[in-house]
T-cell receptor
Framework: NAGVTQTPKFQVLKTGQSMTLQCAQD?????MYWYRQDPGMGLRLIYY???????DKGEVPNGYNVSRLNKREFSLRLESAAPSQTSVYFC?????????????FGSGTRLTVV | AQSVTQPDIHITVSEGASLELRCNYS??????LFWYVQSPGQGLQLLLK??????LVQGIKGFEAEFKRSQSSFNLRKPSVHWSDAAEYFC??????????????FGTGTRLTIIP
């Protein structure tokens, strides 16, 4: 049982390049989330998808877009990467929308923008 | 809106000593409370959670946490730490409802160092 799988694990981009971070879960969860983690700032929510077919902005959505491709997959796209987007990105999923069930996290994507 | 404060950025304890990590939350109703642990280079793993009922909750790896409504706190404890407990610990709070789009809010984390 893989849980939440993120690809790639590491990536270096040049300023202005674009890329898509992939996330897939095999737990039949309805809700999926993208967070970024920066030193001293904890985890900040970028976008989330409460259920298939819906997406909403989180705390720090600027510079990102998302796609809930199907129930399993939730991708995060950087259209024009900036050094401020250097971070560790985590995808998470939950059985359903709402905080009561807790989240299952992927192992993260470490992104450096130079 | 809910918020979480972890007052200690970094804590160092000796192996075998007891541990308490502090977490204070702000939320107007009954919260859902969580502790997660993150080992270096890894994702976050759920240690324990509080929904309702007994205010002392047991988790994995010998950890426990106590919900104190009067102090708006959910501190994490372990009687005797092991070198493998060195990691970063995150407290999180969620709305006390499973409807709609409630999400978890995370604290900024406490980094735990274990010395021999």
């Amino acid at each position: 049982n893989a849980g939440v799988t993120q690809t790639p694990k590491f990536q270096v981009l040049k300023t202005g390049q674009s890329m898509t971070l992939q996330c897939a879960q095999d737990m039949n969860h309805n809700s999926m989330y993208w967070y970024r983690q920066d030193p001293g700032m904890g985890l900040r929510l970028i976008y989330y998808s409460a259920s298939e077919g819906t997406t909403d902005k989180g705390e720090v959505p600027n510079g990102y877009n998302v796609s809930r491709l199907n129930k399993r997959e939730f991708s995060l796209r950087l259209e024009s990467a900036a050094p401020s987007q250097t971070s560790v990105y985590f995808c998470a999923s939950s059985i359903m929308g709402g905080a009561g069930y807790g989240y299952t996290f992927g192992s993260g994507t470490r992104l450096t923008v130079v | 809106a809910q918020s979480v404060t972890q007052p200690d950025i970094h804590i160092t304890v000796s192996e075998g000593a007891s541990l308490e990590l502090r977490c204070n939350y702000s939320y107007g109703a009954t919260p859902y409370l969580f502790w997660y642990v993150q080992s270096p280079g890894q994702g976050l793993q759920l240690l324990l959670k509080y929904f309702s009922g007994d205010t002392l909750v047991q988790g994995i790896k010998g950890f426990e946490a106590e919900f104190k409504r009067s102090q708006s706190s959910f501190n994490l404890r372990k009687p005797s730490v092991h070198w493998s407990d060195a990691a970063e610990y995150f407290c999180a709070v969620g709305a006390g409802s499973n409807f709609g789009n409630e999400k978890l809010t995370f604290g900024t984390g406490t980094r735990l160092t274990i010395i021999p």
